[in-house]
């Protein structure tokens, strides 16, 4: 088949064309990143407006670049959730209005499943059983994968994602939106000689951040001869070195050895560095993280992941809604 994707759950418009499994036909991102900074964040009026002044003209790119005719795919995959209530219904009316006109049917996507699909799109030889490490903006957590379209929570959260902790540390430190990024760039030029708390380190696979992030703002209130560089990398450090150790633990409670981590949070370098130092320790490790413009929000991991729903016939009807609360379970 051939799969026309949207997603606009966030603040990246984007849209792709994914021929079969693994044929990029198209793959256009279009993020608002250097709109929303001015604020701080995201501001959800304004990321539903950019996705509708966007969407038209990625469409026509993606069909030009793909060199196919609209009429020639064979369904619309689009993100319902979760996400912004506002961003994603231009996306869904967006891909309700082609569905119609084109008279082809539509999938919806769990955005969490497109990020863990996109790993699919790198490693077509990835199989069930398998760890998710899913680390996002909004999503930290790790899954047992038992089976394609069936993923068991194992731990998660109890306050905030990865990612979130990330945004908030650097605005704390005043180093702008998005904070995930920033603080891995001026980590690369700091040691991490300070002791942050990992919370619940010790304890199952569950996740606490919010006392690192406490304790990082009293750390620079009550002292002011350090380098920001070493609190960035140090608060970096704590926060990974956490998530690797519940992930390693859990696989070997588990006996899995495939892993896989996904969201953008697997976009960080002493993740990666650190996911290979694991791996030269523990040869049976398979330890996979898709490349960089697959781990933050795109079209096609929705498009990956809606060809699993379209080889099983999972379609949505007309009245699908977005679901902004949206949850791992929720796969229809
Ligand atoms: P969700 O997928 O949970 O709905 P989201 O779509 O906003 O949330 P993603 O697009 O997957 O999240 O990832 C964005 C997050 O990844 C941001 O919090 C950002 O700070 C973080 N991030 C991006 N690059 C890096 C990096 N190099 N190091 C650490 N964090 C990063
Ligand atoms: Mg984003
Ligand atoms: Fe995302």
């Known amino acids: 088949p051939i799969i026309f994707s949207i997603e606009t759950s966030c603040d990246e418009t984007a849209v792709a064309i994914l021929r079969g499994k693994n044929e990029v036909l198209s793959h256009l991102v279009v993020s608002q990143i250097d709109i929303h900074k001015v604020f701080g964040g995201v501001v959800p009026e304004i990321a539903a407006r950019k996705h509708l002044n966007y969407l038209n003209n990625l469409t026509e790119k993606a069909f030009e670049e793909a060199e196919i005719e609209p009429e020639e795919i064979s369904a619309i995959a689009v993100t319902y959730g979760p996400g912004l209530v506002g961003a994603l219904l231009i996306g869904l009316n967006?891909?309700?209005?082609?569905?119609?006109n084109l008279n082809k049917p539509l999938i919806g996507v769990n955005h969490l499943y497109g990020h863990i699909y996109a790993n699919f799109l790198a490693f077509p030889e990835l199989k069930p059983p398998f760890l998710v490490l899913l680390?996002?903006?909004g999503h930290t957590m790790i899954l047992h994968a038992k089976d394609y379209l069936h993923f068991e929570i194992i731990g998660q959260?109890?306050?905030?994602?990865?990612?979130e902790a990330f945004d908030k540390v650097a605005r704390m430190l005043n180093?702008?939106?998005?904070?995930?990024p920033k603080i891995d760039?001026?980590?690369q030029k700091g040691e991490?000689?300070?002791?942050f708390p990992k919370p619940l380190y010790h304890k199952g696979y569950d996740f606490s951040f919010s006392g690192l992030k406490t304790a990082l703002l009293y750390f620079t209130k009550e002292n002011e001869n350090y380098k920001i560089e070493d609190v960035a990398a140090s608060f970096q450090k704590a926060l990974i070195d956490t998530l690797i150790h519940k992930t390693i633990k859990a696989s070997k409670d588990l006996k899995i050895n495939d892993i896989i981590i996904a969201g953008g949070v697997a976009a960080?370098?002493?993740?990666?560095?650190?996911i290979n130092e694991e791996k030269s320790r523990n040869k049976k490790l398979n330890i996979y993280f898709p490349p960089l413009n697959l781990c933050t929000d795109n079209a096609l991991m929705i498009a990956r992941a809606g060809y699993e729903k379209y080889i099983r016939n999972q379609f949505a009807d007309l009245n699908l809604d977005a679901v902004p609360n949206l949850g791992l379970k929720d796969i229809c």
């Open 185 to 187: 760039e001026l980590s």
């Open 192 to 195: 991490p000689i300070y002791e």
């Open 94 to 100: 967006f891909a309700k209005g082609l569905a119609l």
């Open 268 to 274: 960080n370098s002493y993740l990666r560095e650190k």
């Open 157 to 163: 959260t109890m306050d905030d994602a990865a990612g």
């Open 175 to 180: 180093l702008g939106y998005p904070g995930g």
């Open 135 to 137: 680390v996002s903006g």
